[in-house]
Structures are given as structure tokens and as C-alpha cells.
């Protein structure tokens, strides 16, 4: 009976431990999603935003339209104000307020706004350059950013025709300068679909590229004058007479080599600054902006904010330039925002708002446009802080001091890298897929920094990082444990010496006893099919019932696809088999096949769960 007794006591004191242990943080403990209110007459299809002076929010529309909207921040009540200051345009895309005026583009125009009569509403519309149109869905502009001088960018989005066409319209495929004396000035080529782009605190462009033909992942690209950035749809108007550069297409290497080889031949090809690989880190760039609010907004003041509109996610960027050139890394910042983010800016008390549109366009977040604000609450989460490149590897520095034992465990980490193929077709599977080993490992006397010395870094590559052993000094796993760096230039330096006390510690391996199955393997749970889902990111595109960016599943079943075939169309996809569906899935051949067929197996139940149901 006492040990009766004493086993149930041992029993409530390991339920009560387990009760009381503290859950994993969550991004949503650190930074907060607030969502403003929008009437239900207003079709809020954000294109672009502009804080004004005053800390009024202005925002322009895919319909046409610019609302400034009053209390944004909502620090006295919750009641927001919209009122319409402009209509009757064509699907603004870009928005800045300077000097007491609005300049937006227009799809077919750079136009300056005034409210000349101070009334609230614009009444004087000018016409600062007018660009060619071909009338093609796909030639959308987006702008003007204001460099330092008072020249306006303007990114001007390829036509679609089965694959991106610039010939049709002049500058299409291009960033150009508008001087203050509405001339055009072309700066650099090679632009598929560059919906956000921004100015850093040096002076420096940036600007993000979509996946698709002669993209075959999504990347942030440098632009200087004369740069291109890699797809030729648009060098017919390198022919110009004030084009900064000369280039054809029959310049350019189609073989599905890396985008670094043709690099090596075509002088002006520009190689991305960072790499975000497809359907890990994003589907759909969209709009970058740095950091410059001195540790209000986030814990990573000067880093860059990266959104992604099929995601409906904001990601981190960090940059450093080697050789003069830059790279750098990319990782998960904020999820679940309430539709597909197109722009980003930050509020006066250094929030950030986010104006986002789904229509068309599919995206992660449910609703067909949004506008949120992004507030960090202040405490300091376990987070990667930055990475540096080195001679011999990589130094990785930790918001936090970490904990020794876990960091020099070789099963903290999986590295590997990988490169996408340059090519016509839209988008690129992984290829040269590589592990990596660590040799040598070294923490410094704050714990903060750790340098991995790595064998078989690879220039041009991108080196992703898993950590998921790491651990601070409270036993808490990183907020986001895996972060990927575009290597475009080794650095000069000393290398750490590899020795005995600096090894990493290797795991005991047991060898299973290989057990032979006694029946065949059932289907897969639905929570064990989420969990490879998620894992792989298949969650980004597709959900089990509703069309998200991509079928359903539930859709995908009544396809009647072996598991095998399913397995096929994964690792090389068909657009041809989804017409209605805008973006094209991108290869996923570093999926293991394993994981694909028991997905496959799960798909392919849920038509027999259907047939069920229905009888």
C-alpha cells in the first residue's frame, strides 16, 4: 500500500513538473501584429504607403484611389479615420509624399498630386512622365523612391507572355531615374518583376526579384548604374543611345549552369547580394526597407526588413560588404500577417505598417487585402543577431550569451549549400546540393560569438544553417533556428587552427537492429501529414481544403494521381495542369522521396475520405 502511495505521489510530481514547464516562445511574444480597422465599402487593395508629417498614414490602391487616414496609431481610442484624397487613376503601386505632395506611379504614369485649396482632397493632377504601355496585364510600375538628390526611381515590371517580355514597351524590365525636369534617365536592366526596392543609409539600391524565368529563386540584388540584374527581357533598349550599357540576348548562356558562370562572360551581369530560397524563404519578394530607427522598431537597428507578398511574411536581412561587393544572410522574422504584404514603412513612434493585396495574386493571409502594424514590445528574444563571413568559414554573433555544451555538440548543427540553375524556364530546382562539416568551433569569453570553421565553403554558393542544438544559457532553442548566407566573396584573414580542444563533440551512434515490417504501412495521420508539411513548406502554398496559393489538396486528390506520379509532378512540376493558377510551383527536389510518398499517400486518402463521406 506505502508503495502504492508513493508511486502516485512520484506520478503527480512529474505531471505537475511537466504542467509548470514554460512553453517555447513564439514570435507573436516578442512582436505584435495590430490590425486597423477598414470600413466595409473601402477596398483597401494597398499598392503603397507614405507616412506623412504629421503621422498620418497615406495609402494608394490598386483601384485608383489614395485614402490618408487619421489616428493610426490608435493611442487614445481605436477609432480610425479614413478619408479619400484621390481617385480615378490607374492601379497605383508606389506612393511618396514629399514637400506637401503626393507622387505615385500610376501604370502608365509618374503623377504629382496636390490638394492645391487645402480642402482634404487632391485637385490638381500633373503629369511628371508618362510611360509606355502595351496593355499587358503583367507591366505594373512601382514607385518613385527619392534618392538624395530629388531623382525619383521607377521600376517598370516586364510584360507576361508565357515567359517575361520587355520589347513591347519602352524601359520595360528597367530602373530608371526621373529628374525633377521629368527626363528619363535608364540606370540598370535586368528586372523581372521588382516590386520593392529601396535606398539603404549609404545610398545604396536594393531591390527584390520574384522567381520565374531566368530567376530561379527569389533574391535582393545591389544595383549600381549599368548593372544587370539578370533576366534579358528587357536589353532591346540596351540599344539606346542612352542606355549605360550594351547587351543582347544572344550574349546571354541558356544552359542551366549557375547564375555565377555567366557572370564570369557577361561583365555587367550583377549576382544577387542574398538568395531566398524558394518556398523556405518566401514565394514572392516583395518590399525591403532598413532598419534606421535607432532600436525602436526591432532588436537589429541598420538590418533590412524583406517582405513577401505569397507568404504573408516579413523576413530579416543582414548585409556586409567583402571585396566591396555585398552578401550576407536572410531569416524568419514575423509570420502570419492577414493577406500578401506589398509595402512596408515605418510610423513616426517606429512601428511598421503593412499594406497588403491578394487579389489576382494569392497569398498565405485569408483576406483580400489588410493594413497592420508590426510593433516590437521591447525584450530580447534568443535570436541569431548577424553572421560574418570568414576565411575559413563563418562567426555567427547571438543576441544572447549561449550554452557552451550545446554549441560544441556536432548535433546542433546541419549546414549544407546549394546553388539554382540560370535559365529560361520558370523558377530552378536546388542543384549541387552539398553537406557541410564543421571542423573546428570557438566561443568567445562573452559567449556571444561563435566561429565555425567549415570544410568545403563554396564561393557563390548559399550555406544554410540548422541549429537546432543550440541553446542559451537558460536551455531556450532559438526563435529561428535555421538562416541561410549568400557567399559571393571569401574574405582575406587568418584561419582558427583545428585542434583537439576546439573539435566538435561527436554523437554516439547506435546501430539499429533492422526489424522487417510485419504488414504493409497504413496512410499517414493528418497530424503526422501537417507536421512533413510544414517542415517542407508546403503549408506556404497549399492547405488541405482551400485554395491558398496554389490547389488544395483535397483538389489535388480528385486528380486521381498515383503516389508515384504525385512524386513526379513534386520534383518537376507541370504548370500546364493548373491553368487558373498565376504562379507556377517551383521544382522541390531537395524534398526527401520518402517524405513526398507519404504525403502522396495522405493526398490521395483524402479522395477515398471524400468518396465516404459522400455515400
Not at 237 to 259: H, V
Request: hydrophobic share 40%; aromatic share 10%; with cysteine.
Amino acid at each position: 500500500m506505502k508503495n502504492r502511495q508513493m508511486t502516485i505521489a512520484l506520478l503527480l510530481l512529474s505531471f505537475f513538473a511537466l504542467a509548470q514547464k514554460p512553453a517555447l516562445k513564439t514570435e507573436q511574444d516578442y512582436y505584435e501584429i495590430k490590425t486597423l480597422p477598414i470600413p466595409k465599402e473601402i477596398y483597401l487593395e494597398v499598392g503603397g504607403l507614405a507616412t506623412m508629417p504629421d503621422g498620418r498614414i497615406a495609402v494608394s490602391t490598386r483601384r485608383g484611389e489614395i485614402w490618408i487616414i487619421e489616428n493610426p496609431y490608435q493611442k487614445t481610442n481605436h477609432q480610425v479615420h479614413y478619408k479619400r484624397f484621390a481617385s480615378g487613376m490607374h492601379e497605383v503601386l508606389g506612393l511618396a509624399y514629399r514637400d506637401g505632395a503626393f507622387y505615385c506611379s500610376q501604370r502608365g504614369e509618374l503623377t504629382k498630386i496636390t490638394d492645391t485649396d487645402r480642402d482634404g482632397v487632391a485637385d490638381l493632377y500633373e503629369p511628371i512622365y508618362q510611360f509606355d504601355i502595351s496593355g499587358n496585364y503583367h507591366e505594373y510600375t512601382y514607385g518613385p523612391v527619392f534618392d538624395k538628390n530629388g531623382d525619383m526611381l521607377v521600376t517598370l515590371n516586364l510584360a507576361w507572355v508565357g515567359f517575361g517580355e520587355g520589347k513591347f514597351a519602352k524601359w520595360r524590365g528597367w530602373l530608371v531615374k526621373i529628374h525633377p525636369d521629368g527626363t528619363l534617365e535608364p540606370f540598370a536592366a535586368g528586372l523581372r518583376s521588382p516590386a520593392g526596392y529601396s535606398i539603404n543609409d549609404q545610398g545604396d539600391i536594393f531591390y527584390g526579384e520574384n522567381q520565374g524565368d531566368w530567376v530561379g529563386s527569389g533574391r535582393v540584388t545591389h544595383l549600381a548604374k549599368g548593372d544587370f540584374a539578370g533576366n534579358p527581357g528587357g536589353l532591346k533598349w540596351a540599344k539606346e543611345p542612352n542606355s549605360p550599357f550594351r547587351l543582347t540576348l544572344e550574349e546571354i548562356q541558356d544552359n542551366g549552369a549557375p547564375m555565377y558562370e555567366a557572370a564570369a562572360k557577361v561583365k555587367n551581369l550583377k549576382l544577387p547580394a542574398v538568395w531566398f530560397p524558394h518556398a523556405i524563404m518566401g514565394i514572392s519578394t516583395s518590399d525591403i526597407i532598413q532598419d534606421t530607427t535607432r532600436g525602436k522598431f526591432s532588436p537589429f537597428p541598420g538590418q533590412y526588413f524583406v517582405a513577401d507578398q505569397g507568404q504573408s511574411k516579413v523576413m530579416r536581412m543582414g548585409l556586409e560588404k567583402v571585396n566591396g561587393v555585398y552578401q550576407g544572410f536572410c531569416i524568419n522574422y514575423r509570420e502570419g500577417f492577414q493577406s500578401g504584404i506589398l509595402r512596408e514603412r515605418f510610423g513616426l513612434d517606429g512601428s511598421m505598417f503593412v499594406g497588403m493585396t491578394s487579389r489576382g495574386w494569392g497569398s498565405t493571409g485569408k483576406d483580400e487585402f489588410g493594413l497592420q502594424r508590426l510593433l516590437w514590445n521591447g525584450q530580447m528574444p534568443f535570436e541569431i543577431q548577424d553572421i560574418q563571413a570568414k576565411s575559413d568559414g563563418f562567426e555567427i554573433n547571438f543576441t544572447q550569451a549561449v550554452d557552451v555544451a550545446s554549441v560544441k555538440k556536432a548535433a546542433s548543427y546541419a549546414l549544407r549549400s546549394y546553388i539554382y540553375k540560370y535559365q529560361h524556364q520558370y523558377g530552378s530546382p536546388i542543384i549541387e546540393l552539398k553537406n557541410l562539416k564543421i571542423s573546428a568551433v570557438e566561443v568567445s569569453a562573452d559567449k556571444r560569438k561563435v566561429r565555425l570553421v567549415i570544410e568545403g565553403l563554396r564561393q557563390y554558393f548559399i550555406h544554410e544553417f540548422k541549429l537546432e542544438g543550440i541553446r542559451n544559457e537558460a536551455g531556450e532553442p532559438l526563435l529561428h533556428e535555421t538562416a541561410y548566407y549568400t557567399l559571393n566573396q571569401i574574405p582575406a584573414g587568418s584561419k582558427l587552427a583545428v585542434q583537439a580542444t576546439n573539435r566538435l563533440e561527436e554523437a554516439v551512434v547506435v546501430k539499429a537492429v533492422a526489424v522487417k515490417p510485419t504488414k504493409k504501412a497504413t496512410v499517414i495521420s493528418d497530424a503526422e501529414a501537417m507536421a512533413l508539411l510544414k517542415k517542407h513548406t508546403c503549408l506556404a502554398c497549399h492547405a488541405k481544403e482551400a485554395k491558398v496559393v496554389g490547389p488544395s489538396y483535397a483538389d489535388i486528390a480528385k486528380r486521381n494521381y498515383t503516389d508515384k506520379q504525385i512524386l513526379a509532378l513534386v520534383y518537376k512540376p507541370n504548370p500546364q495542369n493548373w491553368p487558373d493558377y498565376a504562379t507556377e510551383m517551383a521544382p522541390m527536389s531537395h524534398v526527401p522521396a520518402g517524405d513526398v510518398l507519404k504525403i502522396a499517400s495522405w493526398i490521395n486518402g483524402l479522395r477515398n475520405k471524400a468518396l465516404l463521406n459522400h455515400d
